[in-house]
């Protein structure tokens, strides 16, 4: 089915950036904003200075702050605010979501205390089936994409066809999305990787360089893989996009949000020091190092860089003795 009309939840950065890139690939696109003051600015002025200052929006995305509005003849729902108030917010949605619109994620996380992925919470609350819910992921910086650098990314969903309707709705001149059926390896792959930025970014604030940096993220991806084969997800799906593209984007640009977080901690600073620079803005690997920790316990999975992060980010735990601790390991077999 042709994808027309397109209602994207949530106006923060990757929100505001994915609703671009929609509509400059043909849709119309209703974007809703929780505060008035946002939908009328990027109404009356096609800019969200908030988010992405300086950014020019399409003339077919308008906003609003009313769901019913976005909402409404939607063929496709994107789902554009953090993993830990999806559940909340989408259950405020429910009754106005168009029956058999695509629901899309584009949240990085696991949920805290269900230990759900987004697409898990998605199908929950809004009580659909798995083919009906989409997800995108990949290396995707907000900012970049905002001002039309080139980046792939891709769209996973259980019903290639239904992929495939997206696919061609959010495709253009800067935006190249990919199809795959494996949602569990994408959204794991997206949700791990924010907690392994954060480990870089720990370990640039202590001034180490690229060896450190390369290994985190090579055994950081090998901690997520053995997460995905425990749970099912297709081990190759981490050596692309949603895997090794995304968590290497992640680790090693300075605009990432998990990485910036990390580094300030590397520095000194206290997490509520971190959480004041950023702003308001999501670094949702300091919550998901504990619902993906406790995942991993659940399913016997080693993950020692995602424990450490936990310890970091809420047991107190300084950056320095997490590298002694992961350092001073056992040592093993590089497949192990
Ligand atoms: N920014 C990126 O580059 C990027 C890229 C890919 C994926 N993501 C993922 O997309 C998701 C959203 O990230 P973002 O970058 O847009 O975050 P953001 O911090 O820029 O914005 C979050 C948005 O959610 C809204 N929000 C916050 N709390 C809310 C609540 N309780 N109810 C409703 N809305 C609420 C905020 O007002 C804001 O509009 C995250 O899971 C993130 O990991 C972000
Ligand atoms: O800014 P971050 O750390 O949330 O990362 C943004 C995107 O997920 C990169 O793909």
Request: proline fraction near 4%.
């Amino acid at each position: 089915m042709a994808i027309e009309r397109v209602a994207v939840l949530g106006s923060g950065s990757w929100g505001t950036a994915f609703a671009k890139v929609i509509a400059d690939s043909g849709p119309e696109v209703v974007l809703w904003a929780r505060r008035q003051e946002v939908a009328s600015e990027v109404t009356e002025t096609r800019v969200n200075s908030g988010y992405l200052p300086g950014i020019s929006l399409p003339a077919n995305l308008t906003a609003t702050s009313d769901p019913a509005k976005a909402l409404d003849g939607a063929d496709a729902v994107v789902l554009a605010v953090p993993s830990q108030t999806l559940r909340v917010n989408l259950s405020a949605w429910k009754e106005l979501l168009p029956p058999d619109a695509t629901l899309v994620s584009l949240s990085k996380g696991v949920e805290l205390g269900t230990l759900k992925r987004m697409s898990e919470v998605i199908r929950e609350v809004a009580g659909v089936d798995e083919s009906q819910v989409a997800v995108v992921s990949g290396p995707n910086l907000a900012k970049e994409i905002a001002v039309e650098q080139p980046t792939a990314t891709v769209i996973a969903c259980t019903d290639h066809d239904r992929a495939v309707d997206l696919q061609h709705a959010c495709s253009n001149s800067y935006f190249r999305p990919y199809t795959n059926t494996d949602v569990v390896g994408c959204e794991l792959g997206g949700a791990c990787k924010n907690v392994i930025a954060l480990a870089c970014g720990m370990a640039a604030g202590m001034g180490y360089g690229d060896n450190t940096m390369a290994s985190i993220i090579t055994r950081g991806l090998a901690e997520t893989a053995r997460l995905g084969a425990a749970l099912g997800a297709d081990p190759l799906t981490f050596a692309g996009l949603a895997g090794l593209g995304d968590l290497v984007a992640t680790c090693a640009s300075p605009l990432s949000r998990n990485r910036s977080f990390g580094e300030r901690l590397g520095r000194g600073d206290t997490l509520a020091q971190a959480q004041e620079a950023a702003h308001g803005q999501v670094a949702e690997g300091v919550k998901s190092c504990s619902s993906i920790r406790e995942l991993a316990n659940a399913h016997g999975v080693d993950m020692p860089i995602t424990e450490g992060v936990h310890q970091v980010c809420h047991d107190g735990l300084s950056v320095r003795d997490l590298g002694a601790a992961l350092l001073g390991r056992d040592r093993k077999h590089e497949r192990q």
